[in-house]
């Protein structure tokens, strides 16, 4: 959140009489201020998040006023928290944590009884510059007997080291209520550089699977990534698969409207969407990167064709083809590349190969992440980088054709979000 939203939210606290203080007492804190406040239309230009229904505010000053903390909450209707910022201040030091809360349904630590998910993401600063990031995703799942909850936590701890080099730890543990030191578990620890390149420094675990199967995951350190995130590091992976330098190119993250991704060969730029899934944005990836490696094709194509004429070796004959699809841009592919005529672009020689090339990444994606759901069933694929709405829509076409099939239905149609 903004430094000016806090600055206003303050300032509409004081106006509307919301502040209470305290004298100190003798161990020399003092309640400051304690108040919630609706979100009204006062609050244009401060950036709220999404369904944010009221504001809590919790001023505490300790020291006799040398040090002091705000925790700033906001709710929900149902008056959970949405998001959290507290600031800690001393004469030497800054602290700013944001937290972030998103859960499916109310979940308990204490009842731990029915189902629910928790995702919290937190983000801590010391005087400005960034320390540490972690994630917390929680899944309470019942058995079949529906009686004994299996909890499935997964954390990501990732602390900035000099240079933009982070420390990063991954586990992901799952047990029966009441069993947590038998815990099923899978710890991963790594190195992650400025640029996104991600080193796996050490992988253990108690599953059934050994630990170096899940070490030849390309993705595996990159599980609980956020999307931008999650982008410039399957990017080193990808880029080694289609032979590419990544130094090579210019890499850019945007929303984008009318595609996923592309590829300018003038300035070696690839441009990827963020709103996708993780299996998309591999396949998109992997889709513009293909693309560069048919840039590289025309090149090598141009070179092939002087050495057959003088009786020498020309090479790989597919790769040559494509490279000189790629050099001529012929007029079916300019316009196509313009968004004129689909049909063509979908037809191209090229957009075959790069579609190729995506479905093959994004299957290999699909197949490591189903390899660590195995091993623990109870869990949400949101732990391993997957998505819940394909799941659940697979689930949901899974049933319509198990009833038609028996004939109970007959033909059927369903809007999906």
Not at 149 to 162: A, D, F, G, Q, R
């Amino acid at each position: 959140m903004k430094i000016g939203s806090i600055k206003r939210l303050a300032q509409l606290f004081v106006q509307n009489n919301k502040v209470l203080s305290n004298g100190f007492n003798k161990a020399g804190n003092r309640l400051v201020v304690k108040t919630n406040m609706p979100v009204t239309s006062k609050m244009r230009g401060i950036d709220c998040p999404a369904g944010t229904r009221s504001i809590d505010l919790v001023k505490v000053e300790k020291n006799f006023g040398k040090n002091s903390s705000n925790i700033i909450s906001f709710k929900d209707r149902d008056g959970k928290v949405i998001q959290r910022i507290r600031t800690d201040k001393n004469p030497d030091i800054t602290v700013e944590t944001q937290s972030s809360y998103f859960s499916d349904t109310y979940y308990s630590s204490k009842l731990q009884t029915r189902p629910g998910f928790s995702d919290i993401i937190r983000t801590k600063r010391v005087n400005g510059e960034l320390q540490s990031q972690s994630r917390d995703m929680i899944t309470v799942s019942a058995l079949p007997d529906n009686r004994t909850p299996v909890i499935t936590h997964s954390k990501l701890l990732s602390n900035e080291y000099y240079h933009g080099v982070r420390g990063e730890t991954q586990t992901i543990k799952s047990w029966l209520k009441g069993h947590k030191n038998k815990a099923k578990y899978l710890e991963t620890t790594g190195l992650r550089q400025g640029d996104g390149k991600v080193q796996l420094a050490g992988i253990k675990g108690n599953t059934d699977a050994p630990a170096d199967f899940f070490a030849s995951d390309p993705y595996i350190m990159t599980r609980m990534y956020p999307e931008k995130d999650f982008v410039e590091s399957v990017r080193h992976p990808l880029a080694n698969m289609n032979e590419v330098s990544v130094n090579s190119l210019k890499f850019k993250l945007k929303k984008l409207k009318t595609c996923s991704g592309y590829y300018r060969p003038a300035t070696s730029t690839i441009c990827i969407g963020v709103d996708n899934t993780k299996q998309e944005l591999v396949n998109t990836v992997g889709h513009e990167l293909r693309h560069k490696r048919q840039d590289n094709m025309s090149k090598t194509a141009v070179a092939n064709f002087f050495k057959r004429i003088f009786g020498g070796h020309n090479g790989n004959t597919n790769e040559n083809v494509l490279g000189f699809h790629f050099l001529k841009g012929n007029l079916l592919e300019i316009l196509s590349l313009n968004g004129r005529i689909k049909k063509f672009y979908y037809a191209s020689p090229l957009e075959k190969d790069a579609f190729k090339a995506g479905d093959r990444f994004e299957m290999q994606y699909t197949r490591f992440m189903n390899a660590l759901h195995n091993e623990f069933p109870f869990a949400r694929f949101d732990h391993f980088g997957g998505n819940v709405k394909k799941q659940k829509n697979d689930i949901l076409f899974d049933i319509i054709e198990k009833a038609r099939s028996e004939g109970r239905i007959v033909e059927t149609s369903i809007a999906l979000n």
